[in-house]
Structure formats: structure tokens, C-alpha cells
């Protein structure tokens, strides 16, 4: 492992800083497993890897939302980021840092951001007039809004927008759009899914208005340097986490020379424009380098209604994990849905993935295959004999499945990756069924215990692959073979580190039992 982190390069992800004006749901598990799975899988297959989360915590929504609980916004901040620092041990998520944007880190970083703009020439004063969603933090032109009957104007978000008339420092966003299609033509995987960046090309090339940056209407947010009666619009404020948290302003040493530009920004589909646009924008501007890849995932719904409070269908990521099983609630988000495309949640759907994917295939799977081993092989893996052709050929599988899950990991197609690893699973059992070591067990024992040894071989590298998915049962899949710690990483699949004969193998307990409930049977 040490070696191969010498030579693999430094990896830096991020989710997006969640906004504290609510609870965590499902999309905001979703998006965090995700990182979580790709930062696993990354640190497995040698890379040094920088994993980013945290809370969003300044603006007009959060200083609104912390007057309707009432609270001061910091004591309100200070609530609200605690839920989801627990979200991030309910699903048991391995964040390297917690950013907030409240912390005195980030205010230096964000001025001195701010100052490189000005000396860039792309802010100045103004006015702003124009439609505002509290709710998005966001500016729309009127070209965006519908109309109510009753005379609301509403973002496409749906968010209610009302009019703002206030003085503004703007940044020059007008003077970037050439320059914007010009970096996306030379960087062609900047942008993923490849309809995401199709959607985002054309609102470029459609023309782009100045940002207005600064807000007066209210205090809750970074004081504007040199002007503080503004501060700075949120947006500004919040992408610059993902360098704070590297150690900018300072770029000579730490962490920043490591890990900048980020490899990939994980975020949802509905704010893509802040982080495809405005980001790499600023960043230019600043004369610093844009992030590798942004990558817009979809939305969930649930039961195949939008979640809302009014609908009471919000669903908790606790939730989740304390009905189904927190294996189980991480292999169903990344595996029933094409990563990137919009999904839903069923109760029905998690109980099919839980019965069908993890309990039949893996866990019976992991449960015959080491049962007989310990049963008919005296507890120990068996020395194989001569392999057959069916023998290689399932070997020959296991053995080169890593390079098919690195494939799709590297496009974030995550859903494929997993499908390449139950692939095997799939092959295996099919080997399984027609060798059939119990019957070998008195017609030929010789047969049997190579038979036995390839199978054992095969679950070996399937619960290494599984590890960055399912970190539990990979984890217990490897402790039944007697794995040391120190042998379950990538560098370890193949044919360099295989089983070695006469390892004790424990009578295995269920990985992964059936799911049961009255209403499974539905």
C-alpha cells in the first residue's frame, strides 16, 4: 500500500456544504455515500485522498430561518451543522474534514479571494434591481419566472422570488462567457453527466449577465473587505470552502499544493450553474485553477412522489439505516438508480435490492461456499489440485474485475461499477451450481477442495472490492477468511496474494439475512 500510494496521485473530493436551514434527507445522504464510496475506493487502490463535507451557514435564508426557531444565526448554525456532523457517523461516512463557513479559516480565505478579484478588474460597484429567491440564494431574470394566477412569480425551482432594489458590487461574469466555452472545449470531462454539461455549454453560450455579489439587506454573511456595510453574496462565499479547506490563501505549502484543483465536486443537479459557471469563473479571475470535474447527480423522490414536509414524506437517512441496515441502505442509493439520472425510493424496490442482490446472491454466496470449506475441509482453506478450464475462467474473472470497476468509478458511473462486482457474484454462483462440491464430496474429494479453494478465492476478492460499498460485510467477509487488516486493499487482488492453504476459516454467520416484515410479502 505505501508503495503504491508513492506513485498514484493525491485525490480530492467534495460534496457540496449543505445548507443549515433544515434537517438532513435522503438527497443529502445520497450525495455524501457517494463521495464516501469513491474516497474508500480511491484510499483501497493506493491514492492519498482529501474527502470534504460540511454546512453552508451564511445568508438571507439561514438568518430567516434562525428567526423563525428563535435563535441568534450562529447558536441556530451551530444546532443545525451538528445534525448532519451525525449524519456523517449514521452512515458511517470517513469526511478527512469538516468545513463550516462560519469558521475564521474561511472568512480569511473568501477576502482573499474577494481582493483578487478586485485587483483582477472583475468587480465593481453598482445597483442591483431585480428577482430574488430567498429560498435558492439565487438572482433570475425575468425571462426564467412564470406567473401565478394570483400574481406570484416563482424561479423554476419553484421558490416564490420577490423584487430587490439594492447597491451591489457585481462581478464580471459578462466578460467570461468566451473564455468559460473555450475551457469546456478543452476540458470535454469538465462537466458529467454529458447531458449536464450540454445543459450548461448552452446557458453560456446563450449569454451571461454580471453577478451581483453583495448584499446590504441584511448581516449574516462575510464582510465585504474594505466595504463592510456589504456582505458577500452567498454563493461567493460558499464555493470557496472547497480551497479554504486545502489551506488557502496559502498555496505554497500544506495541503493546497497536494490536493489543488479538487479531482471532483460532487454535486445535485440543481446547483450546477453555481459550480460549472460561476466557479471556474472566480477562479480564472483569480488567476487560480478550476477543479478537475463537477459531476450533477439526480433528484429522489419517494414512493414516486416529491419528498415534502407537507406530504410528511421526508425520509431521514437515520431512518433508513435503522429500518434496513446500514450495508443495505448504502448498496440500494448507489445501486438501484443510473448515477446521475433522477430516482425513487420504495419501500418495495430497498426490500427486492436487500432479498435479492445481498441475501440470495452475496450473502448465500459467502454462506455455502464457506460452510462447506469449514465443514468438509476441516476449517482450513484447502490446497487446490489441478485447475480446469471452469476453474480459470472464474478465476480469470475475479482476477481482472478491478480493472472494469476502476473504469466506471472514473466516471463516477457507480451503479456499473457495482453491477461488474455482482457480475462475479453472478459467475460465481453459476460455478457453484454446476461443479457442485456436494456431490464431489464423495465422488471425487480431491475435486471438491479445488473446487472449494477457487470459491474461496473468488468471495476473497469480492469482499475486497465491496469494502468502499458495504464496508460492514466486506469487512466480515474478510475477517471468515482470516485476511489480516494489512491485506485487503487493491494491490492485494489478483493472483499476487492468494489464499494460502491451510488459513482457518470460521463457521460463517450470515452476512447478509433476509429482509422480513409483514409488509415485505406485499
Request: proline share 6%.
Amino acid at each position: 500500500m505505501q508503495d503504491a500510494a508513492a506513485v498514484k496521485p493525491s485525490y480530492y473530493i467534495t460534496t457540496p456544504i449543505y445548507y443549515v436551514n433544515d434537517r438532513p434527507h435522503i438527497g443529502h445522504a445520497y450525495t455524501t455515500l457517494a463521495c464516501d464510496v469513491i474516497a474508500r475506493f480511491k484510499r483501497l487502490d493506493g491514492h492519498e485522498v482529501h474527502f470534504l463535507t460540511g454546512t453552508d451557514e451564511h445568508g438571507q435564508k439561514v438568518e430567516k430561518s434562525a428567526q423563525a426557531a428563535g435563535l441568534d444565526p450562529q447558536a441556530f448554525c451551530d444546532r443545525v451543522s451538528q445534525n448532519f456532523r451525525d449524519m456523517m457517523g449514521a452512515l458511517d461516512i470517513t469526511n478527512d474534514d469538516f468545513i463550516r463557513t462560519t469558521e475564521e479559516r474561511h472568512v480569511t480565505s473568501v477576502q482573499d479571494l474577494w481582493r483578487k478579484l478586485q485587483e483582477a478588474g472583475d468587480i465593481y460597484l453598482g445597483s442591483y434591481a431585480g428577482w430574488y429567491a430567498v429560498r435558492d440564494e439565487a438572482f433570475y431574470g425575468e425571462d426564467e419566472l412564470t406567473k401565478t394566477p394570483d400574481g406570484r412569480m416563482i424561479a423554476p425551482s419553484g421558490a416564490e422570488v420577490e423584487w430587490v432594489e439594492e447597491p451591489s458590487y457585481f462581478f464580471r461574469l459578462s466578460a467570461w462567457a468566451d473564455r468559460l466555452l473555450a475551457f469546456y472545449e478543452a476540458n470535454p470531462d469538465f462537466i458529467l453527466p454529458a447531458q449536464r454539461r450540454n445543459e450548461v455549454v448552452s446557458f453560456v453560450r446563450s449569454g451571461l449577465r454580471d453577478l451581483s455579489i453583495s448584499r446590504t439587506t441584511f448581516d449574516w454573511g462575510v464582510p465585504v473587505p474594505g466595504d463592510p456595510e456589504h456582505v458577500m453574496y452567498v454563493w461567493l462565499d460558499a464555493l470557496t470552502n472547497y480551497m479554504t479547506a486545502v489551506g488557502y490563501p496559502e498555496t505554497d505549502s500544506g495541503l493546497y499544493p497536494r490536493f489543488w484543483p479538487a479531482d471532483l465536486h460532487m454535486v445535485g443537479k440543481d446547483i450546477l450553474r453555481f459550480h460549472a459557471v460561476y466557479w471556474p469563473a472566480f477562479l480564472m479571475s483569480a488567476g487560480l485553477k478550476p477543479p478537475k470535474r463537477v459531476f450533477a447527480h439526480g433528484w429522489w423522490t419517494i414512493e414516486g412522489q416529491k419528498m415534502s414536509k407537507s406530504l410528511g414524506n421526508v425520509v431521514a437517512p437515520e431512518e433508513l439505516v435503522e429500518t434496513y441496515g446500514l450495508d443495505q441502505t448504502r448498496y440500494f442509493l448507489l445501486r438501484e438508480v443510473p448515477f446521475g439520472n433522477d430516482g425513487d425510493f420504495s419501500h418495495a424496490a430497498m426490500v427486492h435490492r436487500i432479498n435479492g442482490d445481498l441475501a440470495n446472491d452475496l450473502g448465500n454466496l459467502c454462506q455455502r461456499v464457506l460452510s462447506m470449506v469449514h465443514k468438509n475441509c476441516d476449517g482450513q482453506v484447502p490446497a487446490p489440485g489441478p485447475l480446469t478450464d471452469a476453474d480459470t475462467a472464474l478465476l480469470q474473472k475475479a482476477d481482472t474485475a478491478i480493472g472494469r470497476v476502476r473504469e466506471q468509478m472514473d466516471v463516477q458511473a457507480l451503479h456499473k461499477a457495482l453491477a461488474e462486482v455482482w457480475t462475479v457474484v453472478g459467475d460465481a454462483n453459476r460455478y457453484v451450481d454446476a461443479q457442485a462440491p456436494w456431490v464431489l464430496r464423495k465422488s471425487d474429494p480431491a475435486r471438491m477442495r479445488t473446487v472449494l479453494y477457487v470459491l474461496a478465492e473468488t468471495v476473497r476478492q469480492i469482499a475486497i472490492l465491496v469494502q468502499p460499498v458495504t464496508p460492514r460485510a466486506g469487512a466480515a467477509m474478510l475477517d471468515l477468511l482470516g485476511i489480516a487488516p494489512e491485506a485487503r486493499s487493491f494491490d492485494r487482488l489478483g493472483d499476487v496474494s492468494r489464499l494460502a492453504p491451510g488459513t482457518p476459516v470460521d463457521k460463517p454467520a450470515p452476512i447478509f439475512p433476509r429482509y422480513q416484515a409483514e409488509e415485505a410479502a406485499e
